[in-house]
Each structure stands twice: as structure tokens, then as C-alpha cells.
């Protein structure tokens, strides 16, 4: 079985996480670490020198059903200038649901993507990596996100950086991992998210302790990075 075929596998397995909620966002943990997200994805849009965003094109590797593009549109990223690439048939269709019609959407593997290469300013994935287990393939996969970004363009990653040891379907990927899998790249990263069993807990008293935990970067279990390619 090859590893994007086990993707599919492991994916199923989360199923039981989505019915219980888990990724429920009107719940406190889940709604506070969206709003931090987009906070640090303001940070970068600046220290990139992105803004303005209208006219950046932008592919989301691994989109689900589009909650990180809805966020970018909501950010001023125009819908045309946006696509989208899933494995799952089910989060593909869910996604062109939601999101508007100008946003392109390509299925299947992000490897097989009929894109020309380099012709995006932002090559996005978030919490796609950590569920890949077979290193060749995350590499292959690296490769392939930095062919399509532009010169003075880049990779936009966001991921968790520890393992799970509750989860054996993913595992964690520490910065100098990250720096491994795109060796040629400018790298500035900022680590935030504060560690979803601690979240839910102190969010479960009040929302607002969110901040307040988090503010300890020990507490921090992903990395938002910005992987530039040079001009």
C-alpha cells in the first residue's frame, strides 16, 4: 500500500475525533487557537513583505475542506487568485461547497498536481506533514511544494513539532526537521499554539486563559514558517 493510500486510512481512523467534536470550532479550545493562527498569519503577511495580498497567488497542499483558504480570504487574498489541492474525495467535495466558485480545487495526490511549477508567492501546508510516516515521501512531497513556489515566493508551513504518543497515525516534526526538508530556503518561524490537552483544560474555566497559558513558549507545541525561496 503506498503512502498516500495509508493517508486515507489514517484520516478514516480521525473520524470518531470529528464526531466527538474535537474540531468543533465554537469550542473555546478550538476557537482561541484559530484566532491566535490568525494573528501570527498577520505577523508573517507583514515580515514577508507580502501586503498587499490581492494579488498574491497562493496553493494550499492538502486544504481539507477549506478552512485555511476561507482564513486567507478573510485576510484580503482575492478567491481567484487561490487554489486548493485534497486527497480526500469527501473534503474535496466539501470544500467547493464552501468556498467560492473562483477558488480552484484540484483532487488526488499533491504529487500528480497539473499546476505549472513555479508559479505561486505562497505554497501553504498545514498539519499535512505530520501525518505522512514514510520520510521518502515527505521528502518527494518538500521537493514538490518548493518547485511550485516562485522566486521571492515561498512555503508557508504550519505543523506540530512533538509527538503524540496517544496518536501512533502521526508524528511530530521539530524545526531542524524542517530545515531538512528545504535545505535552500530563508527560514523565519514563529512558534505558537498552546498544547491542545493543556488548551482544553484552561479554556474549559474561561477562554481567556488562553492567553495567559500560552504565554509560556515551552507550552507552544507547533511552528508557523515562512521557507523562502530566493529571487
Known sequence: MGEADQVRERYQRRTTLIAQGVYDPLQPSVFTRRQ????????????????????????????GTGDNLLQLI?????????????????????????????????????LELPVALGSFDVVYQSMVFTSLLDEGFRRALAARLWALAKPGGGVLWYDFTFNNPRNPDVRGIPLRGVRGLFPEA???????????????????????????????????????CWLRKRG
Open 74 to 110: 478573510q485576510l484580503g487574498f482575492e478567491p481567484a487568485n487561490l487554489a486548493g489541492n485534497e486527497l480526500l474525495e469527501e473534503r474535496v467535495a466539501a470544500a467547493r461547497g464552501r468556498l467560492p466558485a473562483d477558488v480552484a480545487i484540484h483532487p488526488g495526490d499533491a
Open 186 to 224: 530563508e527560514m523565519t518561524s514563529w512558534r505558537l499554539t498552546l498544547a491542545p490537552p493543556l488548551a482544553k483544560r484552561v479554556t474549559a474555566l474561561h477562554p481567556g486563559l488562553y492567553g495567559w497559558a500560552n504565554s509560556l513558549p515551552f507550552l507552544r507545541t507547533h511552528v508557523l
Open 36 to 63: 491566535e493562527k490568525e494573528r501570527a498569519l498577520i505577523r508573517w503577511v507583514h515580515a514577508a513583505g507580502l501586503a498587499p495580498v490581492a494579488d498574491k497567488r497562493v496553493i494550499e497542499v492538502g486544504c
